[in-house]
């Protein structure tokens, strides 16, 4: 489950230009796991100044949401403390509770209540206001490809919930939970780590029943883009898929490239997949394996 990471109380509250100060500092490396653990007694002084949050708040009304509407690129659920640095992100996120009217409006999926899930990314989080959401978390040892129906050896950990002041740090592609509502509008405080591959990183959704991966939850608009490309039967769309999948440093790239180039025809299509058994990324080869398994089982 995510590391919970004790200590004493703050010796005061500090404000968020104090947190950025520590995170702008060399003292703090995204990139390292401890590091970002190390982070955590200053995000949790800042939970314990009890009025920043409703201020910032504030303030935004004020200019009808500018600042958000102009640097946050997540839902109405997450407010950004700071504009993005391009090693990280600071944001709250705000969890209501089953009797809250965005609830009642939105439904449960809004807020990724009771699916279970992973993240591409490590996160530091503290429970700021409220007794917090609900988690059944899960762990699996992180060496999944990622394929729909892939066994992932799921443990189940412990129930807890994230309540006022505590320190939880999130591992990416270990740490899995079932996120359940709070009995009242409960809200988070998280550095998020944002490097440079991030938009490469896939989150995935699980299958508890069955103990296996059930979808990737994330697609990048390169694999978007690739799809209509090779869609269109752009000769040049073609080449690059063909040179993508090959050749392109994501196994997800590559497996989207593979999969749009796969002919319609029962022959050729086995061809194309067999081609792919011996593809580079092991990502490609299971997946080709299990498209071979079907072709020769047909369609019943």
């Not at 009304?61 to 993005?84: F, H, I």
């Not at 979808?215 to 752009?234: F, K, N, P, R, W």
């Amino acid at each position: 489950m995510p590391r919970l990471i004790a200590g004493p109380p703050p010796a005061a509250p500090v404000d968020v230009d104090a947190l950025v100060d520590h995170c702008e500092s060399a003292a703090f490396d995204p990139r390292d796991r401890e590091s970002l653990a190390a982070a955590a007694p200053m995000l949790r002084a800042l939970a314990a100044n009890r009025h920043f949050l409703a201020d910032m708040a504030m303030a935004e009304l004020k200019t009808r949401c500018a600042g958000q509407r102009r640097d946050n690129p997540y839902s109405a659920q997450v407010m950004l403390l700071r504009p993005p640095r391009g090693k990280y992100v600071l944001r709250a996120a705000f969890w209501p509770s089953a009797r809250d009217h965005v609830m009642r409006a939105k439904g449960a999926a809004a807020f990724l209540y009771h699916v279970p899930h992973d993240h591409g990314f490590d996160f530091l989080t503290v429970g700021y206001l409220g007794p917090g959401y609900w988690s059944d978390y899960y762990e699996h040892d992180g060496t999944l490809l990622g394929l729909p129906g892939e066994k992932a050896a799921l443990r189940h950990v412990e129930s807890s919930a994230l309540c006022e002041g505590r320190v939880l740090l999130y591992r990416a592609h270990r740490d899995i939970h079932v996120q359940r509502p709070p009995a009242r509008m409960s809200i988070s405080l998280n550095i998020l780590t944002s490097l440079p591959d991030q938009g490469w990183r896939r989150q995935y959704r699980f299958d508890l029943e069955n103990g296996c991966v059930a979808e990737c939850m994330t697609i990048s608009s390169a694999q978007m883009l690739l799809e209509l490309a090779v869609e269109t039967g752009m000769a040049e769309g073609i080449d690059l898929a063909r040179h993508f999948a090959r050749l392109h440093p994501d196994d997800a790239m590559r497996l989207t490239a593979w999969r749009a180039l796969a002919p319609d025809a029962p022959d050729a299509a086995a061809d194309h997949w067999e081609e792919g058994a011996r593809n580079g990324s092991a990502l490609v080869r299971a997946a080709s394996a299990k498209a071979l398994k079907l072709i020769e089982n047909g369609p019943g």
